[in-house]
C-alpha cells in the first residue's frame, strides 16, 4: 500500500508539475479551442450569451463556453477547481475575494497584455480600474460592470400616504432622529386597524406594511442595509481602502447610526430580523409587506418586473455631512492562473472589456457597463424600458461613492461580523457590542 | 491493482489432493477471504483511513488549501479551547442531539409497537418510511417553506387560529427546536423500523408465560419488551446519536448559522472555517475534537446500557 501511494504521489507531482509548466505553452496551443467562462447572475447569462457568439464570429478558433452558478455554490465550486485542476480559465472574480485569490497565486496578472495591446483604462468609470491592482501593485482583472444602492418605493403607497416624488427626492437623515427619512419612513407604516407608525394608538405589533425593508443584518459590509446611512456621517469601513489593515466598527459615530437602525424595528416601522428568515425581501416588498426597499443597482429588473407594482426609485438620503453615500462596488473578469489557454483567455477578457461586449450588456438594461460609454447606453436602454436610474447614476456623476471594503481576511471578517450585527440589528445586543467584534477583527491583521 | 493481482494468484490453481484440516487450509481460506474482503478494504482505506489520518495531520498545521501546509504544533487546539464560538457549538449541538434524539426514540419506540401489534398491512409500514426516502435538504427546503413566516402555509393556519405568527427558523428560541423535529419526522420511520426488527426477535412464548401469570399491559411492556430489546435498542442509540451530532445539511441549507449563532452546529462550524474562511487546519482541529466526542459517547452508551449482550440467553 505504501508503495502504490507513493507511486500515486510521484504521478500527482508529475502532473502537477506538468500543468504548472503548460501556463508558458507556446502561444500557438494556448490561443485557441475551448475556453471555460463562469458567472453567477442568471439575468446576464443572456448579454454574455450573445458577447460569446459575437467573440467566436471575430475569433473563428476560440470558442467560450459560458456556466452559470448560483452566488451560493459559486466560490465553494471554483475554490474546489483550483485545487482540482478543473477551475474555469476566465471566471467573474468580485472585489472581496479577488485580494486572497491573488495572494494565493490563483490569478494570472494581465499587466504586460494591457501594455501591450493598449487598453485604454480611462475609458471607465473612474476608480474602477484601480480596484483592480493588488497589493503586489499587479493587474488581475479588467473592470465589466458597476452598481450603487437606491430606495425602490411602491408609488400607489406613497400616493395614499401623500408623500410626493419630490419629497423622495429631497429625503435627509442623521442618527439622532432619523431626518426626513425616518418621518416619510413612519408615515409610510399603517398597522392591521388602518393606524399609521406617526399617529396616536399605532400599533407596533400588528404591522400590515412596513415602512421600510430589511435584507439582513448587514454582516460586514452593510452593502444595502445600513452603509448607505452610516457613510453619510464621514465614517468608514476601514483605515484607508483598498487594502486597509484596521476596521472602524467601534467607533461611536458608526454605533449611533446602528442603534438608531435597529431602533426601527423596535419601533415597528422595519420587519424584525427573525421574520426575513426565508422570503427574499424583493419578493416581500411584492406582497406588498414593505413601502421601501433600499437595494442595489442590480436589481432595478428584478422590481420593476413586478406584475400590478409601479415602482419609483429615490436616491439614498442626504446624511449629516450634507451629502448622499452609497458603496460603489465593481466586478471584472480574472484569469486563473493555471489556465491552459493562456492567450485565447486574454482575448476573450479584453473582449468583456470592450465597448462591444459592454455595449451588448447595456442594450439588455440588467446591469451598468464599467465603460462610461456604455454606461450611457445602459441609462438609455433602461429609459426605453421607462424606468429612471438616475438615482443610480447620480452618485457616480456626483461622486458620492465610497468603495467596498476591500482587504485581507475578508471571509474571515464576515464570519465574525455576521452574528455581531445580526445580534444588533435584532436588538439582542447594543450596538456598543461590536467593539468586542472590532477588536476580534482587528486581531486577524495583527 | 498490484494488491489485487497478487491475492488472486494462488487461487487459480485447484488443489488436486485434500490438504490435512491444519494450518494450511486455514492459511488458504484466509488468503480467499482478504480477496473478497479487498474491495470494501480498499475503499476503508483510501476513503476514511488515509483522510482521517490526513485531517489529524492537517489539525496540528495552518493550511488554507491553496499554499502548502504549515506545522504548528498544538496551536489550533490551544486557540480552540479559548474560542467562545466552538463552545457555543458545542452547546448548540447537545441541544439539538437531546430533543432530536428525545423525541425520535420515543416516537419510534411506540411506533415500532404499532407496526407490531396494530398495523400488519406491509402499505402502511411502508408510508412509515416514506419521509426517510426523501433527500435532507428536500426534507428541510420543503418545511424551510411551509415555515415561512411571511409566505408560509403553517403560520396562514396558525394566523387562522388566532394565534400570533411563530418565527420558525427566524428566531433563536425556536431555530433549533424546529430543525431537531423536521429531522425527527424524517428520520423517525427507519428508526422504527429497526426497533421493529428488535421486537419481532423476541419470543412469543416469553409474553404467553407473562399473560399466564397474570402481568398488565404495561408491567409486560415494562419487565419484558423493554429488558429484551435493549440489546437492540442500544444499537439504535448509538447509531442514531452519531447521526445526530453530525447535523449539518438541515442547517446549511436553512438557517447557515443563525440567527446570531443559535445554529452553529459543530459541524456547520467546521465547514464554515474550512470551506468559507479557508482554514483547514483549525477545521480539521475541531473534528477531531469531534471524533473524539463520537468515540467516548459511543463507549459510554455500550458500557453502561451493556449493548453488546442479551438477557435472552
Known amino acids: 500500500m505504501k508503495k502504490t501511494l507513493g507511486a500515486v504521489a510521484v504521478a500527482a507531482a508529475v502532473a502537477l508539475s506538468l500543468s504548472a509548466c503548460s501556463g508558458s505553452a507556446s502561444s500557438a496551443e494556448s490561443s485557441k479551442g475551448e475556453i471555460s467562462y463562469w458567472l453567477w447572475d442568471a439575468n446576464q447569462l443572456p448579454a454574455y450569451q450573445q458577447c460569446a457568439d459575437d467573440f467566436t464570429k471575430a475569433n473563428p478558433d476560440i470558442k467560450v463556453k459560458i456556466t452559470q452558478r448560483g452566488w451560493d455554490d459559486y466560490w465553494s465550486t471554483l475554490t474546489n477547481g483550483f485545487v482540482g485542476g478543473t477551475a474555469p480559465d476566465v471566471f467573474t472574480n468580485h472585489l472581496g475575494r479577488y485580494g486572497e485569490l491573488a495572494e494565493n497565486k490563483q490569478l494570472l496578472a494581465i499587466d504586460d497584455a494591457v501594455k501591450k495591446d493598449n487598453i485604454d483604462l480611462t ?13 503586489d501593485g499587479k493587474r488581475y482583472g479588467l473592470p465589466k460592470d458597476w452598481d450603487t444602492i437606491g430606495l425602490f418605493y411602491n408609488k400607489a403607497m406613497l400616493a395614499g400616504a401623500g408623500v ?4 423622495m427626492k429631497n429625503l435627509t437623515w442623521n442618527p439622532e432622529d432619523g431626518g426626513t427619512y425616518e418621518k416619510v419612513v413612519a408615515h409610510l407604516t399603517v398597522d392591521k386597524s388602518g393606524k399609521r407608525g406617526d399617529e396616536p394608538g399605532f400599533d407596533k405589533n400588528n404591522v400590515a ?14 452593502q444595502t442595509e445600513w452603509s448607505y446611512l452610516t457613510n453619510t456621517t464621514g465614517w468608514s469601513h476601514t483605515d484607508k481602502n ?52 433600499a437595494h442595489g443597482s442590480w436589481m432595478i429588473g428584478q422590481y420593476t418586473g413586478y406584475k400590478g407594482i409601479e415602482v419609483g426609485i429615490a436616491p439614498t438620503p442626504v446624511g449629516p455631512q450634507g451629502e448622499r453615500a452609497s458603496m460603489f462596488n465593481g466586478l471584472a473578469d480574472s484569469i486563473w492562473a493555471g489556465t491552459k489557454k493562456k492567450d485565447a483567455s486574454i ?16 442594450s439588455k438594461a440588467v446591469v451598468f457597463p464599467a465603460l462610461k460609454a456604455s454606461s450611457d447606453k445602459a441609462a438609455e436602454a433602461f429609459a426605453a424600458k421607462g424606468v429612471d436610474v438616475s438615482a443610480f447614476t447620480e452618485h457616480v456623476k456626483n461622486k458620492t461613492t465610497f468603495l467596498y471594503p476591500i482587504t485581507d481576511n475578508t471571509a474571515k471578517v464576515k464570519g465574525i461580523m455576521e452574528p455581531a450585527m445580526d445580534a444588533v440589528v435584532s436588538g439582542k445586543a447594543p450596538a456598543s457590542s461590536l467593539t468586542q467584534a472590532n477588536e476580534q477583527v482587528n486581531a486577524l491583521f495583527k | 491493482m498490484t494488491t489485487l493481482a497478487k491475492h488472486s494468484a494462488p487461487v487459480s490453481p485447484a488443489p488436486d489432493k485434500p490438504k490435512p484440516y491444519g494450518g494450511l487450509r486455514r492459511f488458504g481460506d484466509l ?113 424551510f417553506w411551509m415555515l415561512d413566516y411571511q409566505i408560509g402555509v403553517v403560520n396562514q393556519f396558525i394566523e387562522w387560529a388566532g394565534l400570533p405568527r411563530v418565527a420558525f427558523f427566524g428566531s433563536e428560541e425556536w431555530a433549533i427546536p424546529t430543525q431537531a423535529v423536521i429531522n425527527t419526522w424524517r428520520h423517525m420511520g427507519y428508526t422504527a423500523l429497526l426497533i421493529f426488527a428488535g421486537l419481532q426477535a423476541i419470543p412469543g412464548h416469553v409474553y404467553e408465560v407473562a399473560k399466564l401469570d397474570g402481568a398488565s399491559a404495561f408491567q409486560t411492556f415494562r419487565k419484558i419488551t423493554i429488558p429484551l430489546l435493549r440489546p437492540v435498542l442500544v444499537l439504535v442509540l448509538v447509531v442514531t446519536v452519531i447521526g445526530s451530532f453530525q447535523v449539518f445539511d438541515t442547517v446549511a441549507v436553512t438557517t447557515a448559522g443563525g440567527p446570531v449563532n443559535a445554529t452553529r452546529v459543530i459541524q456547520y462550524y467546521i465547514y464554515q472555517r474550512a470551506f468559507t474562511e479557508s482554514d483547514f487546519g483549525y477545521g480539521s482541529a475541531i473534528a477531531v475534537i469531534l471524533f473524539l466526542i463520537l468515540a467516548l459517547v459511543a463507549f459510554i452508551q455500550m458500557k453502561f446500557l451493556k449493548g453488546n449482550e442479551s438477557d435472552l440467553d
Open chain 1, 347 to 362: 482575448k476573450w477578457v479584453e473582449y468583456l472589456a470592450s465597448a462591444d461586449c459592454q455595449d451588448v450588456v447595456a
Open chain 1, 123 to 135: 475609458g471607465y468609470n473612474e476608480g474602477l480600474a484601480d480596484l483592480w491592482v493588488g497589493q
Open chain 1, 209 to 222: 406594511v412596513y415602512g421600510l425593508g430589511l435584507n439582513g443584518g448587514g454582516d460586514s459590509s452593510g
Open chain 1, 242 to 293: 483598498p487594502w486597509g489593515t484596521h476596521y472602524n466598527y467601534d467607533d461611536p459615530k458608526f454605533q449611533e447610526s446602528m442603534e438608531w437602525f435597529a431602533g426601527l424595528a423596535e419601533k415597528g416601522y422595519m420587519p424584525k430580523l427573525e421574520t426575513t428568515v426565508g422570503a427574499a425581501m424583493a419578493d416581500t416588498f411584492a406582497a406588498g409587506k414593505s413601502a421601501i426597499n
Open chain 1, 164 to 167: 410626493t416624488e419630490d419629497q
Open chain 2, 31 to 143: 488468503k480467499i477471504a482478504l480477496l473478497f474482503i479487498a474491495p470494501a478494504m480498499i475503499g476503508f482505506i483510501v476513503f476514511y483511513v488515509v483522510p482521517t489520518i490526513r485531517g489529524v495531520y492537517l489539525s496540528f498545521t495552518e493550511y488554507n488549501i491553496l499554499g502548502d501546509p504549515e506545522w504548528v504544533g498544538v496551536d489550533n487546539y490551544t486557540a480552540i479551547a479559548k474560542d467562545p464560538l466552538f463552545w457555543n457549538s458545542l452547546a448548540v449541538t447537545g441541544q439539538y442531539v437531546f430533543l432530536n434524539i428525545v423525541l425520535q426514540t420515543a416516537l419510534a419506540l411506540g411506533l415500532a409497537l404499532l407496526m407490531h401489534q396494530v398495523a400488519k398491512s406491509t402499505i402502511i409500514r411502508g408510508a412509515l418510511l416514506m419521509p426517510y426516502l426523501m433527500s435532507n435538504v428536500i426534507a428541510a427546503l420543503l418545511w
